[in-house]
Nanobody, 122 residues
Framework: QVQLVESGGGLVQPGGSLTLSCKAS????????MGWYRQAPGKQRELVAT???????NYAESVKGRFTISRDNAKNTAYLQMLALKPEDTAVYYC????????????????WGQGTQVTVSS
């Protein structure tokens, strides 16, 4: 089992910045992927950004150039730096962790953080 604890959400003005953190603990293997999804009221949950243990990243087109995802493998912690925030970035942000178990499996293991609210408003 893997546990995720995320933090860093809050209320900011348009153009402001926030940094989210997500720390994983438990049965963590060397190769895994961490990232964030977000969900706004009335909309489907969408992938924001992901990063693998080795470093490759993936971003939604709507956040490219504004958000940066990084990680500290020694601390099993991922960070999402959000710059130039817009009202449309308002959502609950959920940390995600994915890895293949050490036994034969039909699918990788997926874990979710508790979610943190990001509100961009004047």
């Amino acid at each position: 089992q893997v546990q995720l604890v995320e933090s860093g959400g809050g209320l900011v003005q348009p153009g402001g910045s926030l940094t989210l953190s997500c720390k994983a603990s438990g049965n963590i293997y060397d190769a895994n992927t961490m990232g964030w999804y977000r969900q706004a009221p009335g909309k489907q949950r969408e992938l924001v950004a992901t990063i693998t243990t080795g470093g490759p990243t993936n971003y939604a087109e709507s956040v490219k150039g504004r958000f940066t995802i990084s990680r500290d493998n020694a601390k099993n912690t991922a960070y999402l730096q959000m710059l130039a925030l817009k009202p449309e970035d308002t959502a609950v942000y959920y940390c995600n962790f994915q890895q293949w178990p050490r036994v034969v499996a039909l699918r990788p293991d997926n874990y979710w953080g508790q979610g943190t609210q990001v509100t961009v408003s004047s």
